[in-house]
Nanobody, 123 residues
Framework: QVQLVESGGGLVQAGGSLRLSCTDS????????MGWFRQAPGKEREFVAV????????FYKDAVKGRFTISRDNAKNSVYLQMNSLKPEDTAVYYC????????????????WGQGTQVSVSS
């Protein structure tokens, strides 16, 4: 049974940092690309970052480049999103997801999702 569980969200002031974690308790994540998406209130869910199966390649939404870093530890079946220099516009529920494709950036290219973790950035 696939179960993606996110953690690490919270409330932080602008300029602060958070590190999100996503652990898959049901299957070996090393066989899949892993992505992070976010959904702000009243908006559609949007792509944030993706990392390849081996962790050698990654891709980011332009708005987070240079501030966010996606990484993975396949031995721990986990993926991470280090978020620095946070801005109020980063406030959203953050989701991790799994895909059989190489570096997918569209929501429909992912077939398993976590429940999300709230990130709130105050100004």
């Amino acid at each position: 049974q696939v179960q993606l569980v996110e953690s690490g969200g919270g409330l932080v002031q602008a300029g602060g940092s958070l590190r999100l974690s996503c652990t898959d308790s049901g299957i070996t994540v090393s066989n899949y690309a892993m992505g992070w998406f976010r959904q702000a209130p009243g908006k559609e869910r949007e792509f944030v970052a993706v990392i390849s199966r081996t962790g050698t390649m990654s891709f980011y939404k332009d708005a987070v480049k240079g501030r966010f870093t996606i990484s993975r530890d396949n031995a721990k079946n986990s993926v991470y999103l280090q978020m620095n220099s946070l801005k109020p516009e980063d406030t959203a529920v953050y989701y991790c997801a799994r895909s059989v494709l190489a570096l997918p950036t569209r929501e429909g290219q992912y077939n398993y999702w976590g429940q999300g973790t709230q990130v709130s950035v105050s100004s």
